[in-house]
Protein backbone atom coordinates (compact mmCIF):
# COMPACT_ATOMS: atom_id res chain seq x y z
CA UNK A 1 0.00 0.00 0.00
CA UNK A 2 1.36 3.37 -1.44
CA UNK A 3 1.82 6.13 1.61
CA UNK A 4 -1.04 8.94 0.91
CA UNK A 5 -0.90 12.47 2.24
CA UNK A 6 -4.11 12.68 3.93
CA UNK A 7 -5.48 16.07 4.64
CA UNK A 8 -8.61 15.69 7.24
CA UNK A 9 -11.10 19.17 7.55
CA UNK A 10 -12.20 19.65 11.08
CA UNK A 11 -10.28 18.41 14.38
CA UNK A 12 -13.57 16.99 16.22
CA UNK A 13 -14.33 13.53 16.64
CA UNK A 14 -14.64 12.37 13.20
CA UNK A 15 -11.54 14.11 12.22
CA UNK A 16 -9.28 12.93 15.04
CA UNK A 17 -11.20 9.18 14.55
CA UNK A 18 -10.13 9.03 10.91
CA UNK A 19 -6.71 10.87 11.49
CA UNK A 20 -5.85 8.62 13.82
CA UNK A 21 -6.90 5.48 12.18
CA UNK A 22 -5.16 6.52 9.02
CA UNK A 23 -1.86 7.71 10.70
CA UNK A 24 -1.89 4.00 12.46
CA UNK A 25 -1.53 2.62 8.66
CA UNK A 26 1.50 4.78 8.05
CA UNK A 27 -0.13 7.49 5.85
CA UNK A 28 0.92 11.15 6.87
CA UNK A 29 -1.68 13.21 8.09
CA UNK A 30 -2.62 16.88 8.46
CA UNK A 31 -6.31 17.73 10.52
CA UNK A 32 -7.37 21.85 9.57
CA UNK A 33 -9.25 22.87 12.37
CA UNK A 34 -10.90 26.15 12.01
CA UNK A 35 -11.46 26.74 15.59
CA UNK A 36 -8.59 29.55 16.78
CA UNK A 37 -7.17 27.73 19.93
CA UNK A 38 -5.01 24.58 19.69
CA UNK A 39 -8.09 22.96 22.11
CA UNK A 40 -11.36 23.10 21.28
CA UNK A 41 -14.33 24.29 23.66
CA UNK A 42 -15.53 21.44 25.57
CA UNK A 43 -19.57 21.39 26.13
CA UNK A 44 -18.88 19.13 28.94
CA UNK A 45 -22.01 16.71 27.81
CA UNK A 46 -22.18 12.63 27.70
CA UNK A 47 -22.13 10.39 24.61
CA UNK A 48 -23.59 7.42 24.57
CA UNK A 49 -20.37 5.05 23.47
CA UNK A 50 -22.36 2.37 20.77
CA UNK A 51 -20.39 -0.95 19.55
CA UNK A 52 -18.25 0.83 16.84
CA UNK A 53 -17.09 3.99 19.38
CA UNK A 54 -15.82 0.92 21.51
CA UNK A 55 -14.81 -0.73 18.45
CA UNK A 56 -12.82 1.91 17.32
CA UNK A 57 -11.07 2.84 20.77
CA UNK A 58 -10.53 -1.23 21.28
CA UNK A 59 -8.42 -0.90 17.69
CA UNK A 60 -6.50 2.12 17.94
CA UNK A 61 -6.27 3.74 21.51
CA UNK A 62 -2.66 3.22 23.04
CA UNK A 63 -3.77 4.98 26.12
CA UNK A 64 -4.78 2.09 27.94
CA UNK A 65 -7.21 4.07 30.63
CA UNK A 66 -11.23 3.92 31.36
CA UNK A 67 -12.72 4.90 28.52
CA UNK A 68 -16.93 4.90 30.04
CA UNK A 69 -18.88 4.22 32.67
CA UNK A 70 -21.69 1.37 32.16
CA UNK A 71 -24.82 1.86 32.93
CA UNK A 72 -27.04 -1.60 33.92
CA UNK A 73 -30.71 -0.61 33.16
CA UNK A 74 -32.88 1.22 31.20
CA UNK A 75 -35.32 2.57 32.82
CA UNK A 76 -38.54 4.58 31.91
CA UNK A 77 -40.59 6.89 34.85
CA UNK A 78 -44.29 7.96 34.64
CA UNK A 79 -45.30 11.53 35.90
CA UNK A 80 -45.38 10.35 39.71
CA UNK A 81 -41.48 9.10 39.33
CA UNK A 82 -42.58 5.34 39.67
CA UNK A 83 -40.48 2.87 37.31
CA UNK A 84 -42.86 1.81 34.56
CA UNK A 85 -40.33 0.02 32.40
CA UNK A 86 -37.47 -1.25 33.29
CA UNK A 87 -34.75 -3.95 31.25
CA UNK A 88 -31.68 -4.96 32.26
CA UNK A 89 -29.19 -3.66 29.66
CA UNK A 90 -25.61 -2.47 29.90
CA UNK A 91 -24.62 0.41 28.08
CA UNK A 92 -21.53 2.54 27.90
CA UNK A 93 -21.82 6.20 28.76
CA UNK A 94 -19.10 8.61 28.42
CA UNK A 95 -17.91 12.22 27.32
CA UNK A 96 -17.27 14.68 24.68
CA UNK A 97 -14.46 16.02 26.31
CA UNK A 98 -12.52 12.26 27.73
CA UNK A 99 -13.00 11.12 24.11
CA UNK A 100 -11.55 14.27 22.74
CA UNK A 101 -8.61 14.38 25.08
CA UNK A 102 -7.78 10.53 24.54
CA UNK A 103 -8.09 10.77 20.90
CA UNK A 104 -5.69 13.78 20.56
CA UNK A 105 -2.99 12.16 23.00
CA UNK A 106 -3.18 9.44 20.52
CA UNK A 107 -3.04 11.44 17.30
CA UNK A 108 -0.62 14.15 18.01
CA UNK A 109 0.57 13.57 21.15
CA UNK A 110 -1.80 16.62 23.40
CA UNK A 111 -0.52 16.58 27.14
CA UNK A 112 -3.92 16.51 29.37
CA UNK A 113 -5.12 15.34 32.78
CA UNK A 114 -6.93 12.67 31.18
CA UNK A 115 -4.82 10.28 29.91
CA UNK A 116 -0.90 9.72 29.34
CA UNK A 117 0.17 10.20 26.22
CA UNK A 118 1.12 7.22 24.48
CA UNK A 119 4.68 6.68 23.13
CA UNK A 120 5.74 7.43 19.42
CA UNK A 121 4.84 4.11 17.22
CA UNK A 122 7.69 3.75 14.90
CA UNK A 123 5.73 2.40 11.42
CA UNK A 124 2.70 5.43 12.31
CA UNK A 125 2.45 8.04 9.74
CA UNK A 126 3.36 12.16 10.60
CA UNK A 127 0.25 13.46 12.61
CA UNK A 128 -0.19 17.23 12.24
CA UNK A 129 -2.67 19.33 13.49
CA UNK A 130 -3.44 22.50 12.50
CA UNK A 131 -5.54 24.37 14.42
CA UNK A 132 -6.88 28.21 13.30
CA UNK A 133 -7.01 26.38 9.71
CA UNK A 134 -10.67 27.24 8.29
CA UNK A 135 -11.30 25.35 5.05
CA UNK A 136 -12.35 27.74 2.11
CA UNK A 137 -11.56 25.86 -1.04
CA UNK A 138 -10.76 22.84 -2.84
CA UNK A 139 -9.52 21.97 -6.38
CA UNK A 140 -8.91 19.10 -8.40
CA UNK A 141 -5.52 18.43 -9.57
CA UNK A 142 -5.69 15.19 -11.08
CA UNK A 143 -3.45 12.91 -8.78
CA UNK A 144 -4.06 14.98 -5.98
CA UNK A 145 -6.27 17.55 -4.28
CA UNK A 146 -5.31 21.23 -3.31
CA UNK A 147 -7.19 22.39 -0.23
CA UNK A 148 -7.07 26.04 0.43
CA UNK A 149 -7.37 27.75 4.14
CA UNK A 150 -7.86 30.99 5.44
CA UNK A 151 -5.76 31.19 8.97
CA UNK A 152 -6.89 33.03 11.83
CA UNK A 153 -4.62 36.18 11.74
CA UNK A 154 -6.36 36.21 7.41
CA UNK A 155 -3.38 34.65 5.65
CA UNK A 156 -4.07 32.40 3.33
CA UNK A 157 -2.25 29.10 1.98
CA UNK A 158 -2.95 25.78 0.55
CA UNK A 159 -1.72 22.37 0.99
CA UNK A 160 -2.07 19.11 -1.10
CA UNK A 161 -3.48 15.79 -0.35
CA UNK A 162 -4.31 12.36 -2.20
CA UNK A 163 -7.14 11.75 0.21
CA UNK A 164 -9.13 14.56 1.52
CA UNK A 165 -11.68 13.71 4.57
CA UNK A 166 -14.55 16.33 5.12
CA UNK A 167 -14.85 15.96 8.92
CA UNK A 168 -16.35 19.24 8.57
CA UNK A 169 -19.81 18.85 10.98
CA UNK A 170 -23.10 19.26 10.03
CA UNK A 171 -22.36 22.62 8.79
CA UNK A 172 -19.67 21.04 6.35
CA UNK A 173 -17.82 23.54 3.81
CA UNK A 174 -16.55 20.95 2.12
CA UNK A 175 -20.13 19.41 1.09
CA UNK A 176 -21.23 22.82 0.30
CA UNK A 177 -18.11 23.27 -1.95
CA UNK A 178 -19.24 19.97 -3.60
CA UNK A 179 -23.24 19.42 -3.64
CA UNK A 180 -25.10 22.08 -4.21
CA UNK A 181 -28.80 22.23 -2.20
CA UNK A 182 -28.15 20.67 0.72
CA UNK A 183 -30.13 22.03 3.22
CA UNK A 184 -29.49 22.16 7.40
CA UNK A 185 -33.27 22.10 8.18
CA UNK A 186 -34.96 23.09 11.81
CA UNK A 187 -37.12 19.93 13.50
CA UNK A 188 -38.99 22.20 15.89
CA UNK A 189 -37.53 21.42 18.89
CA UNK A 190 -34.65 22.06 21.12
CA UNK A 191 -32.66 20.05 23.17
CA UNK A 192 -32.09 21.82 26.72
CA UNK A 193 -28.73 19.64 28.22
CA UNK A 194 -26.64 19.90 31.20
CA UNK A 195 -24.48 17.79 33.80
CA UNK A 196 -24.81 17.59 37.84
CA UNK A 197 -22.01 16.36 39.45
CA UNK A 198 -23.55 13.23 41.09
CA UNK A 199 -22.39 14.05 45.08
CA UNK A 200 -24.64 17.47 44.26
CA UNK A 201 -27.21 15.40 43.05
CA UNK A 202 -30.45 14.84 45.06
CA UNK A 203 -30.87 11.40 46.49
CA UNK A 204 -33.96 10.77 44.35
CA UNK A 205 -32.04 12.30 41.29
CA UNK A 206 -29.04 9.67 42.37
CA UNK A 207 -31.25 7.01 42.93
CA UNK A 208 -32.75 7.49 39.11
CA UNK A 209 -29.27 8.10 36.89
CA UNK A 210 -27.10 6.84 38.85
CA UNK A 211 -25.07 4.03 36.13
CA UNK A 212 -29.15 3.47 34.84
CA UNK A 213 -30.16 5.19 31.38
CA UNK A 214 -33.58 6.83 32.34
CA UNK A 215 -36.55 8.29 29.99
CA UNK A 216 -39.82 9.80 30.67
CA UNK A 217 -41.84 10.76 27.80
CA UNK A 218 -44.48 13.49 28.37
CA UNK A 219 -46.92 15.53 25.44
CA UNK A 220 -44.13 17.32 23.60
CA UNK A 221 -41.53 16.38 26.23
CA UNK A 222 -38.51 13.84 26.02
CA UNK A 223 -35.63 13.94 28.88
CA UNK A 224 -33.41 11.35 29.23
CA UNK A 225 -30.24 10.81 32.14
CA UNK A 226 -27.17 8.75 32.66
CA UNK A 227 -24.15 8.98 34.28
CA UNK A 228 -21.00 9.84 32.13
CA UNK A 229 -16.88 10.30 33.63
CA UNK A 230 -16.08 13.58 35.53
CA UNK A 231 -13.52 16.20 35.68
CA UNK A 232 -10.06 14.93 33.68
CA UNK A 233 -12.36 11.68 32.93
CA UNK A 234 -13.19 10.22 36.43
CA UNK A 235 -14.96 7.63 36.55
CA UNK A 236 -15.03 6.40 40.08
CA UNK A 237 -18.37 6.80 41.98
CA UNK A 238 -18.56 9.89 43.73
CA UNK A 239 -16.71 12.05 40.85
CA UNK A 240 -18.98 11.35 37.67
CA UNK A 241 -21.53 13.77 36.67
CA UNK A 242 -25.47 12.66 35.92
CA UNK A 243 -25.97 14.18 32.32
CA UNK A 244 -29.71 15.06 30.82
CA UNK A 245 -30.77 15.71 27.41
CA UNK A 246 -34.28 17.69 27.81
CA UNK A 247 -35.93 17.78 24.51
CA UNK A 248 -38.43 20.64 24.45
CA UNK A 249 -40.94 21.70 21.30
CA UNK A 250 -40.20 25.53 20.02
CA UNK A 251 -42.28 26.06 16.95
CA UNK A 252 -40.35 28.03 14.54
CA UNK A 253 -40.08 27.42 10.52
CA UNK A 254 -36.27 27.78 10.39
CA UNK A 255 -33.59 28.82 12.06
CA UNK A 256 -33.32 31.74 10.23
CA UNK A 257 -36.78 33.49 11.17
CA UNK A 258 -36.45 32.32 15.36
CA UNK A 259 -39.12 34.43 17.46
CA UNK A 260 -40.97 33.97 20.55
CA UNK A 261 -39.64 31.39 22.68
CA UNK A 262 -37.30 29.97 20.41
CA UNK A 263 -35.66 33.43 20.11
CA UNK A 264 -36.10 33.75 23.80
CA UNK A 265 -34.43 30.39 24.64
CA UNK A 266 -31.17 31.24 21.74
CA UNK A 267 -30.75 35.04 22.59
CA UNK A 268 -27.40 35.02 25.48
CA UNK A 269 -27.18 36.78 28.35
CA UNK A 270 -25.58 39.44 26.83
CA UNK A 271 -28.45 39.57 24.05
CA UNK A 272 -26.61 37.88 21.30
CA UNK A 273 -28.70 35.25 18.99
CA UNK A 274 -27.17 32.11 18.11
CA UNK A 275 -28.44 30.35 15.20
CA UNK A 276 -27.79 26.76 16.76
CA UNK A 277 -26.03 26.61 20.13
CA UNK A 278 -26.36 28.59 22.80
CA UNK A 279 -23.13 27.34 24.28
CA UNK A 280 -22.45 26.41 28.57
CA UNK A 281 -22.53 29.39 30.78
CA UNK A 282 -24.47 31.73 28.25
CA UNK A 283 -28.07 31.36 29.21
CA UNK A 284 -29.65 34.54 30.30
CA UNK A 285 -30.75 33.75 34.05
CA UNK A 286 -34.33 35.19 33.62
CA UNK A 287 -35.14 32.64 30.76
CA UNK A 288 -33.42 29.49 32.84
CA UNK A 289 -35.62 30.35 35.68
CA UNK A 290 -39.02 30.16 33.05
CA UNK A 291 -37.28 26.93 32.22
CA UNK A 292 -37.03 25.35 35.82
CA UNK A 293 -40.61 26.32 36.70
CA UNK A 294 -41.59 24.60 33.45
CA UNK A 295 -39.46 21.51 34.38
CA UNK A 296 -41.14 21.16 37.79
CA UNK A 297 -44.03 21.37 36.70
CA UNK A 298 -43.83 18.74 33.95
CA UNK A 299 -41.41 16.16 35.01
CA UNK A 300 -40.67 13.67 37.53
CA UNK A 301 -39.38 14.95 40.23
CA UNK A 302 -35.86 13.16 39.74
CA UNK A 303 -35.77 15.13 36.17
CA UNK A 304 -36.69 18.24 37.46
CA UNK A 305 -34.33 18.17 40.14
CA UNK A 306 -31.54 17.64 37.78
CA UNK A 307 -32.44 20.17 35.46
CA UNK A 308 -33.24 22.92 38.40
CA UNK A 309 -29.50 21.52 39.57
CA UNK A 310 -27.45 22.23 36.54
CA UNK A 311 -25.23 25.07 36.72
CA UNK A 312 -24.52 25.54 33.37
CA UNK A 313 -27.13 24.28 30.95
CA UNK A 314 -26.85 24.79 27.18
CA UNK A 315 -29.11 24.74 24.67
CA UNK A 316 -28.76 23.10 20.85
CA UNK A 317 -31.71 23.15 18.06
CA UNK A 318 -32.04 20.04 16.44
CA UNK A 319 -31.71 20.03 12.95
CA UNK A 320 -31.98 17.07 9.59
CA UNK A 321 -29.06 17.29 7.12
CA UNK A 322 -27.56 14.57 4.98
CA UNK A 323 -25.20 14.35 1.81
CA UNK A 324 -26.22 12.68 -1.31
CA UNK A 325 -23.07 11.42 -2.17
CA UNK A 326 -20.21 10.60 0.39
CA UNK A 327 -17.21 10.89 -3.09
CA UNK A 328 -16.37 13.33 -4.94
CA UNK A 329 -13.39 14.24 -7.46
CA UNK A 330 -13.15 10.54 -8.55
CA UNK A 331 -13.03 9.17 -4.98
CA UNK A 332 -10.34 11.38 -3.64
CA UNK A 333 -12.29 13.46 -1.65
CA UNK A 334 -14.78 12.05 1.03
CA UNK A 335 -17.45 13.41 3.87
CA UNK A 336 -17.68 11.15 7.02
CA UNK A 337 -19.55 11.68 9.93
CA UNK A 338 -21.93 14.80 10.99
CA UNK A 339 -20.86 16.26 7.41
CA UNK A 340 -22.35 13.26 5.89
CA UNK A 341 -25.34 13.03 7.90
CA UNK A 342 -26.28 14.93 10.76
CA UNK A 343 -28.39 12.59 13.32
CA UNK A 344 -30.96 13.77 15.75
CA UNK A 345 -29.61 13.14 19.01
CA UNK A 346 -32.20 10.18 20.03
CA UNK A 347 -30.36 7.79 17.86
CA UNK A 348 -27.20 8.42 19.87
CA UNK A 349 -25.68 7.27 16.96
CA UNK A 350 -23.24 10.56 15.82
CA UNK A 351 -20.04 9.43 17.37
CA UNK A 352 -20.53 6.04 16.30
CA UNK A 353 -21.34 7.08 12.90
CA UNK A 354 -17.97 8.88 13.02
CA UNK A 355 -15.74 5.70 14.81
CA UNK A 356 -17.50 3.73 11.89
CA UNK A 357 -16.65 5.91 8.72
CA UNK A 358 -13.29 6.47 9.90
CA UNK A 359 -12.08 2.23 10.46
CA UNK A 360 -14.65 1.53 6.94
CA UNK A 361 -12.53 4.06 5.29
CA UNK A 362 -9.24 2.88 7.08
CA UNK A 363 -10.08 -0.87 5.59
CA UNK A 364 -10.75 -0.11 2.32
CA UNK A 365 -7.71 2.29 1.81
CA UNK A 366 -6.22 -0.60 3.47
CA UNK A 367 -7.49 -3.15 0.62
CA UNK A 368 -9.51 -5.19 3.60
CA UNK A 369 -12.93 -4.36 1.64
CA UNK A 370 -13.83 -2.96 -1.85
CA UNK A 371 -14.79 -0.15 -2.28
CA UNK A 372 -17.84 -0.50 -3.46
CA UNK A 373 -18.73 -2.46 0.01
CA UNK A 374 -17.18 1.04 1.62
CA UNK A 375 -19.81 3.27 0.10
CA UNK A 376 -22.93 0.64 0.37
CA UNK A 377 -22.25 0.49 4.40
CA UNK A 378 -21.69 4.08 4.57
CA UNK A 379 -24.59 5.58 2.85
CA UNK A 380 -26.84 3.13 4.10
CA UNK A 381 -25.74 3.92 7.39
CA UNK A 382 -25.89 7.06 6.82
CA UNK A 383 -28.66 6.91 5.34
CA UNK A 384 -30.98 4.73 7.66
CA UNK A 385 -30.02 6.55 10.66
CA UNK A 386 -30.42 9.81 9.89
CA UNK A 387 -33.82 8.73 8.91
CA UNK A 388 -34.61 6.72 11.75
CA UNK A 389 -33.85 9.85 13.98
CA UNK A 390 -36.03 11.99 12.14
CA UNK A 391 -39.17 9.28 12.62
CA UNK A 392 -37.90 8.82 16.37
CA UNK A 393 -38.23 12.39 17.25
CA UNK A 394 -40.90 13.37 15.60
CA UNK A 395 -43.15 10.82 17.02
CA UNK A 396 -41.65 11.69 19.91
CA UNK A 397 -42.13 15.52 19.84
CA UNK A 398 -45.21 15.36 18.09
CA UNK A 399 -47.33 12.40 18.13
CA UNK A 400 -49.53 11.46 20.84
CA UNK A 401 -48.20 7.31 21.52
CA UNK A 402 -48.17 5.01 23.57
CA UNK A 403 -45.34 4.45 25.86
CA UNK A 404 -44.92 1.21 24.42
CA UNK A 405 -44.06 3.05 20.87
CA UNK A 406 -41.45 5.14 22.24
CA UNK A 407 -39.61 2.19 23.71
CA UNK A 408 -39.74 0.27 20.48
CA UNK A 409 -38.04 2.92 18.85
CA UNK A 410 -35.62 2.98 21.42
CA UNK A 411 -34.89 -0.94 21.40
CA UNK A 412 -34.49 -0.32 17.28
CA UNK A 413 -31.90 2.56 18.07
CA UNK A 414 -30.06 -0.10 20.22
CA UNK A 415 -29.20 -2.67 17.63
CA UNK A 416 -25.97 -3.15 16.99
CA UNK A 417 -25.20 -2.01 13.71
CA UNK A 418 -23.50 -5.71 12.78
CA UNK A 419 -27.43 -6.98 12.80
CA UNK A 420 -29.25 -4.27 11.03
CA UNK A 421 -30.55 -5.06 8.08
CA UNK A 422 -30.05 -2.09 4.96
CA UNK A 423 -33.92 -1.40 3.59
CA UNK A 424 -34.41 -1.70 0.16
CA UNK A 425 -34.49 2.14 -0.41
CA UNK A 426 -31.54 2.85 1.77
CA UNK A 427 -29.54 1.30 -1.01
CA UNK A 428 -31.18 3.02 -4.30
CA UNK A 429 -28.57 3.78 -6.23
CA UNK A 430 -25.27 1.83 -4.50
CA UNK A 431 -25.59 -1.79 -5.80
CA UNK A 432 -24.99 -1.07 -9.19
CA UNK A 433 -22.32 1.87 -8.78
CA UNK A 434 -19.59 0.95 -11.09
CA UNK A 435 -16.75 -1.47 -9.95
CA UNK A 436 -13.14 -0.48 -10.93
CA UNK A 437 -11.53 -3.94 -11.88
CA UNK A 438 -8.90 -3.23 -9.22
CA UNK A 439 -12.09 -3.44 -6.81
CA UNK A 440 -10.07 -4.05 -3.57
CA UNK A 441 -7.73 -0.92 -4.49
CA UNK A 442 -8.14 2.22 -3.40
CA UNK A 443 -9.50 4.21 -6.40
CA UNK A 444 -7.44 7.04 -6.26
C1 LIG B 1 -16.73 21.60 20.43
C2 LIG B 1 -17.74 20.48 20.24
C3 LIG B 1 -18.34 19.90 21.37
C4 LIG B 1 -19.27 18.87 21.22
N1 LIG B 1 -19.83 18.32 22.35
C5 LIG B 1 -20.69 17.29 22.22
C6 LIG B 1 -21.24 16.65 23.38
O1 LIG B 1 -20.93 17.06 24.49
N2 LIG B 1 -22.10 15.62 23.21
C7 LIG B 1 -22.43 15.17 21.96
O2 LIG B 1 -23.22 14.20 21.84
N3 LIG B 1 -21.91 15.73 20.84
C8 LIG B 1 -21.07 16.78 20.94
N4 LIG B 1 -20.53 17.35 19.80
C9 LIG B 1 -20.91 16.82 18.49
C10 LIG B 1 -20.16 15.53 18.17
O3 LIG B 1 -18.78 15.75 18.18
C11 LIG B 1 -20.61 15.04 16.80
O4 LIG B 1 -22.01 14.94 16.72
C12 LIG B 1 -20.10 13.66 16.41
O5 LIG B 1 -19.08 13.17 17.24
C13 LIG B 1 -19.58 13.67 14.97
O6 LIG B 1 -18.45 14.50 14.92
P1 LIG B 1 -17.88 15.19 13.64
O7 LIG B 1 -16.41 15.29 13.91
O8 LIG B 1 -18.36 14.50 12.41
O9 LIG B 1 -18.56 16.64 13.60
P2 LIG B 1 -18.40 17.88 14.61
O10 LIG B 1 -18.20 17.42 15.99
O11 LIG B 1 -19.51 18.82 14.32
O12 LIG B 1 -17.02 18.58 14.16
C14 LIG B 1 -16.80 19.32 12.99
C15 LIG B 1 -15.50 20.07 13.16
O13 LIG B 1 -15.15 20.69 11.93
C16 LIG B 1 -14.69 22.00 12.16
N5 LIG B 1 -14.92 22.78 10.93
C17 LIG B 1 -16.11 23.16 10.40
N6 LIG B 1 -15.93 23.85 9.24
C18 LIG B 1 -14.59 23.89 9.03
C19 LIG B 1 -13.77 24.45 8.00
N7 LIG B 1 -14.31 25.11 6.96
N8 LIG B 1 -12.43 24.32 8.09
C20 LIG B 1 -11.86 23.65 9.14
N9 LIG B 1 -12.60 23.11 10.16
C21 LIG B 1 -13.93 23.20 10.10
C22 LIG B 1 -15.51 22.47 13.36
O14 LIG B 1 -14.91 23.55 14.04
C23 LIG B 1 -15.57 21.19 14.20
O15 LIG B 1 -14.46 21.10 15.07
C24 LIG B 1 -19.62 18.41 19.90
C25 LIG B 1 -19.01 18.98 18.78
C26 LIG B 1 -18.06 20.01 18.94
C27 LIG B 1 -17.40 20.61 17.70
Known amino acids: ?57 KRYDRCSRSFAVSSQKRLYLDRDANVVHRVDMVQ ?73 VGADGPNSTVRSLLVRNVERTYAGYCALRGTVPEDEATDAAREAFQERFT ?16 PNGAVEKGKRLLNFVYYTNFPAESLDKPDGPLKEILTDVDGMPHRITLPPGKINPAVWEKRKNIARENLPRPFADLVCATKKPFVQAITDVISPENEFMGGKVVLIGDALAGFRPHTVASTSQAAFDAMILADMLEGKISRKEWKLQTMCYARTIQKRGVDMGNRSQFGDLPLEEHIKDRDRASKPRREEVWPEWAKAGLEDIPTPSDATEPRL
Open 1 to 57: MPKLNIVIVGGSLGGLCTGLALKQLGHDVTILERNPDNLLHNQGAGIVAGGDTLEFF
Open 92 to 164: NMTSWDLSYYMLRANFDGVKSDYCDVPPVHPDDGKAVHLHGHKVIGLEDEGDQVNVTFEKSNGERGSIKGDVV
Open 215 to 230: FFHGPGIQILAYTIPG
